[in-house]
Antibody, heavy 119, light 110 residues
Framework: QVQLQESGPGLVKPSQTLSLTCTVS??????????WSWIRQSAGKGLEWIGR???????NYNPSLMSRVTISIDTSKNEFSLKLNSVTAADTAIYYC???????????WGHGTLVTVSS | QSVLTQPPSASGTPGQRVTISCSGS????????VNWYQQLPGAAPKLLIS???QRPSGVPDRFSGSKSGTSASLAINGLQSEDEATYYC???????????FGGGTKVTVL
């Protein structure tokens, strides 16, 4: 059974960088069969795709966040990570990592982690 | 504000049939497949219907999905108390080059 688990600080100060890691078990992210995405959910904007990374390290980002986002992959640890810089209160959300089948959508989600941006 | 449009709420009594609509455009539902997700309170979304009408292993057959043109529907036949949740539709969007989601429909079992 594929499982994903997010980890990282639950509180980030405004203007600082949000950093999260997703650890994958039950699948090898180096297999090349899937993409690996970050999605967030907030009361104000609902579910919003942030971006994805492939085994090769190639990335695609939501244009609305592209200037602030970096997603990377570490195949040796079976992990991928999210960095979102210059955060504001509008970035407060539950952040999910997910396995992405591209045109066929996300099939597995992590449990989610609440990140609050506040001083 | 969501790209895909869903009614905010739906309800029914146990045993009833409930349907949820999802409206999009030619850049998403009109050209790509639709997924439906179930989100129980305090939990992550779970894939309920894949590629318009396929149920992943373990999903009860009272859940079914369909798509026509730029719209899709989720039906729950024989509503049960454990179906009380929020349901989201999603589809790849060519403009975004990523998935877009509906705003969610909260289903209440009366």
């Amino acid at each position: 059974q594929v499982q994903l688990q997010e980890s990282g600080p639950g509180l980030v100060k405004p203007s600082q960088t949000l950093s999260l890691t997703c650890t994958v078990s039950g699948d090898s992210i180096s297999s090349g069969s899937y993409y690996w995405s970050w999605i967030r959910q907030s009361a104000g904007k609902g579910l919003e795709w942030i971006g994805r990374v492939y085994t090769s390290g190639n990335t695609n980002y939501n244009p609305s966040l592209m200037s602030r986002v970096t997603i990377s992959i570490d195949t040796s640890k079976n992990e991928f990570s999210l960095k979102l810089n210059s955060v504001t209160a509008a970035d407060t959300a539950i952040y999910y990592c997910a396995r992405d089948r591209l045109w066929f959508g996300v099939d597995y989600w992590g449990h989610g982690t609440l990140v609050t941006v506040s001083s | 504000q969501s790209v895909l449009t869903q009614p905010p709420s739906a309800s029914g009594t146990p045993g009833q049939r409930v349907t949820i609509s999802c409206s999009g455009s030619t850049s998403n539902i009109g050209s790509k497949t639709v997924n439906w997700y179930q989100q129980l309170p305090g939990a992550a979304p779970k894939l309920l219907i894949s590629t318009n009408n396929q149920r992943p292993s373990g999903v009860p057959d009272r859940f079914s999905g369909s798509k026509s043109g730029t719209s899709a529907s989720l039906a729950i036949n024989g509503l049960q108390s454990e179906d009380e949740a929020t349901y989201y539709c999603a589809a790849w969007d060519d403009s975004l080059s990523g998935p877009v989601f509906g705003g969610g429909t909260k289903v209440t079992v009366l």
